[in-house]
């Protein structure tokens, strides 16, 4: 493991190996660590820090740190008040040493990243709300209410309302099919029941046409009978 240690003011990180008798060292200093990360920059991030878990300083800060608690800032957030304003800290452990890489961020730029946060997730909440809605809509004018016309023609017949028509107009093909094979059903149904109700109407009207024929006979044979008995008896 690195060990942080202090030697003419500077600190240093230092780590000690022996192999087969023989002892090598390394030292190097923990500014030359954040050297690609301050290249590389980050807006929000004001400094990045080593601290060791005495709450030294290990690297240069315009930030005074020192006395910091680093093991709350290893928990959770926490904040820190200097001279240059209100920041919010966190750290992380070190897996090779005793120390830890501290982050921290001024309020006032933490507070801006979260309204700018807040803001993108309401302008996200809207959009989504408004895909929804949309959907919703589309979803009644062109399946809901279809069906509904649907189910209504159909209602229509049950009660006997054979002249009900439904006219497809800007549906989905699946409803202009459905529309056209109810119409076309109607329309056959209508046609049979006119069919049926003439079938019925002629078979009366033979019926009658057959009564009068075996009455007309009878009629005649009475009338005679009834002529010749006058006769008889005048």
């Known amino acids: 493991l690195w060990f942080p240690w202090k030697a003419g003011g500077q600190w240093y990180l230092f780590r000690i190996l022996e192999e087969r008798g023989v002892m090598a060292g390394a030292v190097v200093k923990p500014e030359k660590l954040l050297t690609d ?3 590389n920059g980050q807006s ?9 878990e005495s709450k030294d300083v290990l690297t240069e800060t315009h930030i005074g740190l020192e006395g910091f608690p680093v093991a ?10 200097s001279g240059n304003g209100r920041y919010m800290v966190t750290a992380g452990g070190s897996d090779y040493g005793d120390f830890y ?9 933490a507070a ?5 946060f807040q803001l993108l997730l309401t302008v996200m909440t809207v959009i989504c709300v408004g ?8 979803f009644n004018r062109k399946i809901i209410a279809p069906m509904r016309i649907a189910v209504k023609g159909m209602e229509q017949v049950q009660n006997g309302d054979l002249t009900v028509h439904i006219e497809a107009v800007r549906v989905f093909n699946e409803f202009h099919i459905v529309y056209k094979t109810f119409n076309a059903m109607v329309d056959e149904i209508r046609c049979l029941k006119i069919n049926v109700y ?3 109407l002629l078979r009366k009207q033979t019926t009658l046409q057959y009564l ?3 009455m007309n006979p009878h009629f005649f044979v009475n009338s005679i009978n009834v002529v010749s008995r006058l006769v008889e008896s005048g």
Not at 44 to 52: A, F, K, P, T
Not at 112 to 116: E, L, N, S, T
Not at 131 to 138: D, R
């Open 37 to 39: 990360y301050k290249k």
């Open 44 to 52: 929000l991030v004001d400094e990045v820090v080593y601290m060791s």
């Open 72 to 81: 709350q800032a290893l928990l959770e957030y926490d904040y820190f008040e």
């Open 101 to 109: 890489l501290t982050a921290m961020v001024h309020y006032g730029q």
């Open 112 to 116: 801006f990243a979260m309204g700018y």
């Open 131 to 138: 895909i929804i809605c949309f959907q919703g809509i589309f």
């Open 198 to 200: 003439e079938e019925k």
């Open 212 to 214: 009068s024929l075996q």
